[in-house]
């Protein structure tokens, strides 16, 4: 009964550094998203993925890159850290719209506290 | 594309009173889905209710109840006899009901940091 899962719950980085933040979902959910919160704008959509081998670009996807080889996991990317992407990270699945099941949104994973000094 | 605003930045409550949250959205979609989400200290993100498009009746769950007005774009949330542990940050989302718009994604609002007082 695991849902979303995230790893890590909080990292530290120095800017320059590399890292992937690992989402893994178990409810065979095709849609898995990325969005980040930062105090004040909610949460904004980095990457998100309709399938397995797809992704696509949403609001704020400078700076990361995302990939989905496997439909359970979707791996958010920082190549080269910088301090404007201190955030907390959200991981997120669904199943598609047009599903009766879609209409309960979606499920999230409890995030990843980043720092970026 | 689509926008949530939610105008109120942070409200507060006597406990075992009401309140209501605002969320104003813009689209050009005739089927959507409308959400309230919880975020307590926690982090975690709860969904608290949901709203079809369109439903003309108002969604309703325990103590929690929208006022879905869809020719005014408003979506407001009403929060009955709060509880101490009602206190978090409030989101409201817009979901686009079809694939090929949107691409089925959640825009939220800013959020509303709801504090109750005892």
């Known amino acids: 009964n695991a849902g979303v899962t995230q790893t890590p719950k909080f990292r530290v980085l120095k800017t320059g550094q590399s890292m992937t933040l690992l989402c893994a979902q178990d409810m065979n959910h095709e849609y898995m998203y990325w969005y980040r919160q930062d105090p004040g704008m909610g949460l904004r959509l980095i990457h998100y993925s309709v399938g397995e081998g797809t992704t696509a670009k949403g609001e704020v996807p400078d700076g990361y890159n995302v990939s989905r080889l496997k439909k359970q996991n979707f791996l958010l990317g920082l190549e080269s850290a910088a301090p404007s992407q201190t955030s907390v990270y959200f991981c997120?699945?669904?199943?598609?719209?047009?599903?009766?099941?879609?209409?309960?949104?979606?499920?999230f994973g409890s995030g990843t506290r980043l720092t970026v000094v | 594309a689509q926008t949530v605003t939610q105008s109120q930045p942070e409200m507060s409550v006597q406990e075992a009173e009401t309140v209501t949250l605002s969320c104003t959205y813009d689209?050009?979609?005739?089927?959507?889905?409308l959400f309230w989400y919880k975020q307590p200290p926690s982090r975690q993100m709860i969904l608290v209710i949901r709203?079809?498009?369109?439903?003309?009746q108002n969604a309703t769950e325990n103590r929690f109840s929208v006022n879905f007005q869809k020719a005014a774009k408003s979506f407001s949330l009403k929060i009955s006899d709060s509880q101490l542990g009602d206190a978090a940050m409030y989101f409201c989302?817009?979901?686009?009901?079809?694939?090929?718009?949107?691409?089925?994604?959640?825009?939220f609002g800013e959020g509303t940091q709801l504090t109750v007082n005892p």
């Open positions: 709203q079809e498009a369109y439903k003309q």
């Open positions: 689209t050009s979609e005739s089927d959507y889905y």
């Open positions: 989302a817009y979901r686009g009901a079809w694939k090929q718009t949107s691409g089925s994604r959640l825009t």
């Open positions: 997120a699945s669904s199943y598609p719209p047009g599903q009766v099941v879609a209409n309960y949104g979606y499920t």
